[in-house]
């Protein structure tokens, strides 16, 4: 087990070690759902929530599962069937006590279970051998990285509607060298701690 | 066979329903899943630094395209509609880790390298959307010819930023030096950022502005808000 302290883990994983700028996870929504901030706002929150859930429960299970039975190669087809389930039960709850939030953040939640970021954490986590407390701040510092992210990168592509593209960069392709600029932006933070 | 519902042009004769040519021509080319339908950006992005592991994510992605088509396309009349996406994700799944026992098994080197990305191929929506969009409507044969030729649309574009950022990044192609770098005494100064995270953003980007010229997509009559 790694003996890095959690609140390294989770400045790290919002700043230093972003999941989205560095580990390039959650790419295909980050790129389709951040037109608008109030959108990318929304679908952050989501992913936030779900992913420090999936995380704290996908340890526990490979941790307390798992590892005892010594079936470590299923690993894969039991995460994502964890966060696919995890996913469908919030949906479940959410609309069934509190409908103002479920017609809030409803329509993102099926968008999360092909989320790469929330699988990739819990992929990662495991990789690279955290405690429990480590792996629930990785789960919260991944996901408020990457809100960070499309938070930022909405507000750009709103005020970019009134710049002048050139044609065949019009699109995606802007986008990803706007993204690269933001990744070098954020490598700047890189002094700051080091996991 | 000839009784499915095709979505894309008319049912012929023979094994591939007589449209094997066009379905390979979209996967590759006018489809391309990623410059066109801008999917799976995640592993073109993460394992491109240097030209080999482009070259066996892309082998990793193929083979559980094809096989996970295969068996959609196989299951597509006994699997019930609503529980369509878990025996999806079931059989990606399946093939996901067959290819990742391989690599640990075979080339363990490299199976660290990819690290988690290997694994990743499960969300890698070019798997899903195909295995959604095509291998339910059609008979297995064309499912696994979609499935190659969308694998094949995707090494094109993972080796060619593959290719750029090493070229630009260390000087080398497959670990072979092709430009001297200063560090070792030659003419070429590194540009390290390609092999660093923006590097690939940047690459990409370029690619697929590229791609759009070439294409001529982006015309004015459909332009969209950047």
């Keep these: 087990m790694s003996e890095v302290s959690p609140w390294v883990i989770l400045i790290a994983s919002i700043f230093t070690s972003n999941i989205l ?41 490979y941790t307390y599962v798992l590892i005892p039975l010594g079936i470590e ?123 | 066979m000839a009784n499915s519902p095709a979505p894309i042009g008319g049912c012929g004769s023979g094994i591939c329903c007589g449209k094997g040519k066009e379905t390979f021509k979209a996967g ?31 082998i990793a992605l193929t083979f559980v395209c094809v096989g996970s088509n295969l068996f959609v396309s196989l299951l597509r009349d006994v699997t019930p509609r609503r529980v369509r996406m878990i025996a999806e994700v079931a059989i990606i799944a399946t093939f996901v880790i067959i290819f990742d026992l391989l690599l640990k098994a075979f080339y363990f080197e490299m199976s660290e390298q990819l690290g988690p990305y290997v694994g990743l191929i499960i ?52 670990g072979y030096t092709i430009m001297e770098t200063v560090a070792n005494k030659g003419w070429y100064p590194q540009n390290v950022v390609m092999i660093l995270a923006p590097g690939a953003f940047i690459t990409l980007g370029f690619l697929i502005a590229l791609y759009n010229y070439m294409s001529g997509a982006n015309d004015p009559d459909k332009e969209t808000s950047p």
């Design chain 1, 21 to 61: 700028l560095t580990n390039f996870l959650g790419m295909c929504s980050f790129l389709a759902c951040s037109r608008q901030v109030g959108t990318a706002l929304g679908l952050g929150t989501a992913v936030v929530f779900v992913m420090i859930c999936t995380a704290a429960l996908n340890w526990c299970i």
């Design chain 1, 73 to 195: 190669h299923l690993w894969f087809i039991i995460a994502i069937a964890v966060i696919a389930a995890f996913v469908q039960f919030v949906e479940m709850f959410v609309e069934r006590f509190s409908p103002t939030l479920y017609h809030a953040l409803g329509i993102f939640l099926p968008l999360i279970t092909v989320n790469c970021a929330i699988l990739g954490a819990s992929l990662l986590m495991i990789t690279r051998h955290y405690g429990f407390l480590q792996s629930v701040a990785f789960g919260f510092g991944g996901g408020v990285g990457w809100m960070l992210a499309i938070v930022l990168m909405a507000g750009l592509r709103q005020k970019m509607t009134y710049s002048d593209v050139p044609r065949p960069f019009k699109g995606v392709a802007v986008v990803m060298i706007i993204t690269g600029i933001m990744a070098m932006i954020f490598m700047g933070f890189a002094g700051m701690v080091k996991i």
């Design chain 2, 28 to 58: 590759v080319w006018v489809t391309n899943p990623i410059a066109i339908q801008i999917l799976g950006i995640c592993s073109a992005l993460a394992v491109t630094t240097t030209l080999m592991n482009s070259l066996v994510m892309s």
């Design chain 2, 123 to 174: 969300t890698n929506c070019i798997v899903m959307g195909r295995a959604e969009a095509f291998a339910l409507q059609n008979p297995p044969v064309v499912s696994m010819l979609d499935g190659f030729a969308n694998g094949i649309g995707y090494t094109i574009v993972l080796c060619s930023v593959g290719f750029f950022r090493e070229l630009l990044g260390a000087g080398q192609l497959f």
